[in-house]
């Protein structure tokens, strides 16, 4: 394999890892979301309850 697809294959999986790596944490927007879906389940569960 020549130098340079042994840098491009470095190169990705640097990439790749550094991709993994920064999904670990969640973001306050991420949270945020979290928060939004968990109350929209929540008065959709009502409204069903209500509705029986």
């Keep these: ?6 840098i491009i294959m470095l ?3 640097v990439l790749f890892a ?5 999904c670990e ?3 306050t927007a991420e ?3 979290e928060k939004v879906d ?3 389940e929540d008065v959709k569960d009502k ?3 209500a509705n029986k």
């Excluded at 394999?1 to 042994?6: D, E, F």
Aim: net charge positive; no cysteine; hydrophobic share 50%.
């Design 18 to 22: 550094a991709g993994l790596f920064a």
């Design 31 to 33: 949270k945020a979301g």
């Design 38 to 40: 968990t109350f929209i």
């Design 47 to 49: 409204v069903e309850d």
């Design 25 to 27: 944490e969640k973001g």
């Design 1 to 6: 394999m020549s130098n340079l697809k042994k």
């Design 11 to 13: 190169m990705a999986a």
